[in-house]
């Protein structure tokens, strides 16, 4: 029944293809933004409200001063610029340094952000091309190939398809179709009408008389729309709505029904890299929870969204981030009253890690195909999600829904506890650089304007060499990959590899209170859940499996080779990939081992520029002809494409070897 109606839905909203768009109007209705304290100037980047930062006042020139750039682990990589917190002070950079710290102001840009880049000494702009970071409105994906290479936005084209609850509906449930509930089996029954209308009156009526449902429209925020039924005749009849099996037995603090916000954060989709947040916020609703159906038509018993209990006079309000008090509490907090009871909290963060990495999945498809369409480089987007889950009576998450713009607005000290230090680390972990000059004085003629001072080495998506080329489409193309195949990519590191791998480090290296939750030591289970093989997954997946244990040592071969320039490019035949002695350590004669099927890559075919994206469409080409595997493999290639007719030769090192 579940398959058919994810049929129903694929055969109303098809985007696999293509992108959907957002409505003008629904723009930032995947936002929770509604509280929001931004003011509409561009003009000055100074915060109105004291509120936001209590700890400023009263802080004389005794704060700590802390140099303005982080260094690299590596050599003849740039230095990151650092954001402090409100204790402490940055120092000024040279002038002429300092005038390249621009940022462009958005109607939404929230206050906590503007107090963390003005200690940095950044100042607002109105310029299209000079500024440096932008915290604003979601954009259509043909928007983003306006950004330049030096630019960074705080979100990704295509991420709609988590942040819209029909999206991430669907999106999740083609997931547990594909993998079964076993391992999706921790979001709600859904429905969307008005194409599931016949099946959801089919479960309606073979339901008890006293089951609950919540109503959602697909694209709202801030608890607007939200009802809870119990009889068809309440069903609204506007047009299109989300329909859920309402989670009628949470767990209760002191009677009253919660939620959680948790902080994630990517900075990259390829390769993947997800980090939570520490801390968080746990919104409580302000009536007491009762399962009447009698309560069912009042908010402040069964919604938790601070946008309507604040309504409540009964509502009280929280300052303190350490304190189990009043209507909202620090995430930290709660571990300690929940600890107190015995409960084990490392196991339910441990589950809410699990559902990040599987949604976020659910997500990479659509993003990684509208960046390679929209975006110049993987620089210029990174995304700050709120996901918001429900704890049952047995202590399990549910997720709720993702906020693709979270509301960053802090009117409480716990609020600026909580989220000041989390924008903070935010920021230093998303690592702006310093551009030249020559980058932001006036607007790119082309797509290929120098980055090298950016980003320590990285490449337009053209200038990536054959050989690496012919490298990503060897792994990501087997049929049956085991571990001791795959950590074969790790024996020949081309200059992409090394510069991904440093900028990964670097990135581990600034992570403040977030914690890196994929790539890890323990998530190379997750690899299956992907649509696509993606060659840099695999990659970084097997470095933390090899150096989780040991990473200064791993920190010392990358500066060894960065001291060399090897990730700004080489000609070294040790890193590159065909020329090497390179020997699979993978027995060729096994039946269930590689993929031995044959491609041809002919050199004088690509030998022009003009012919490197054919390259690309090979490497697709690949990718879409292999099958699925045994259950027991790590990694898999499935359908990521329409085959594209290709030549046939070898993809091996020597480019005579079969594999």
Sequence with gaps: ???????????????????????????????????????????????????????????????????????????????????STANEKVELLPVEQRRLLKWKMSTVTPNVVKHTITRSHFKATKKRYDWLGCWGHHMKSPSFRTLREHQKLNHFPGTFQIGRKDRLWRNLSKMQVRFGKQEFSFFPRTFILPQDIKLLRKVWEDSSTRQKWIIKPPASARGIGIQVIHKWSQMPRKRPLLV??????????????????????????????????SDGLVRFASCKYSSSMKTLS?????????????????????????????????????????????????????????????????????VNN??????????????????????????????????????????????????????????????????????????????????SSLCGGVRNKSDVSIDEKMKRAFYITQRFADQDFLSTVLDVLTPEDVRVLAESEDEL????????????????????????????????DQWEQKYWSSRSKGIDLLAALCQKGVHLGTTDPAH??????????????????????RVVVSQQLFSHQDNYDALDREVVSLCSQSVAPSSGSSVTSSACASPLPTPTHSLLPQQSAAY
């Design 1 to 83: 029944m579940e398959e058919d109606q994810l049929s129903s839905l694929e055969s109303v909203m098809q985007v696999d293809g293509a992108e959907e768009e957002l409505p003008d109007e629904l723009e930032n209705a995947c936002s929770d933004d509604g509280d929001s304290d931004c003011s509409s100037s561009t003009a000055s980047i100074s915060p109105r409200s004291g509120i936001e930062e209590p700890m400023l006042l009263g802080v004389g020139d005794d704060r700590e001063e802390r140099p303005a750039l982080v260094p690299s682990l590596f050599p003849l990589i740039p230095p990151t610029l650092y954001f």
């Design 244 to 277: 859920q099996k309402y989670l009628h037995k949470p767990y209760l603090i002191s009677g009253n029904k919660f939620d959680l916000r948790i902080y994630v954060y990517v900075t990259s989709y390829d390769p993947l890299r997800i980090y939570i947040f």
């Design 298 to 366: 009042n908010k402040f018993m069964h919604l938790t969204n601070y946008s309507v209990n604040k309504k409540n006079s009964e509502y009280q309000t929280n300052s303190d981030d350490k304190a189990c008090q009043g209507h909202k509490w620090a995430l930290k907090a709660l571990w300690q009253y929940l600890g107190a009871q015995g409960v084990n909290t490392a196991l339910i963060w441990q589950k809410i890690k699990d559902i990040v990495i599987k949604t976020v999945i659910a997500s990479e498809p659509y």
């Design 370 to 451: 509208l960046l390679k369409i929209n975006v110049r480089t993987p620089h210029s987007c990174h995304e700050l999600f709120g996901f918001d889950i429900m704890l049952d009576e047995n202590l399990k998450p549910w997720i709720l829904e993702v906020n693709i713009s979270p509301s960053l607005h802090s009117s409480t000290a716990l609020d600026v506890s909580v989220k000041g230090q989390m924008i903070r680390d935010l920021l230093n972990l998303a690592g702006f650089r310093i551009p030249q000059r020559e980058d932001v004085i006036a607007p790119c003629s082309s797509d290929s304007s120098s980055t």
């Design 509 to 540: 290296n600034r992570v403040g209170q977030f914690e890196r939750i994929f790539p890890s030591p323990s998530a190379s289970r997750y690899l299956r859940f992907f649509e696509c093989p993606r060659y840099f997954n695999i990659l970084l």
């Design 576 to 597: 590159m990939w065909s020329k090497s002695s390179y020997t699979s350590k993978v027995d060729p004669h096994k039946g269930d081992g590689i993929n031995r099927s």
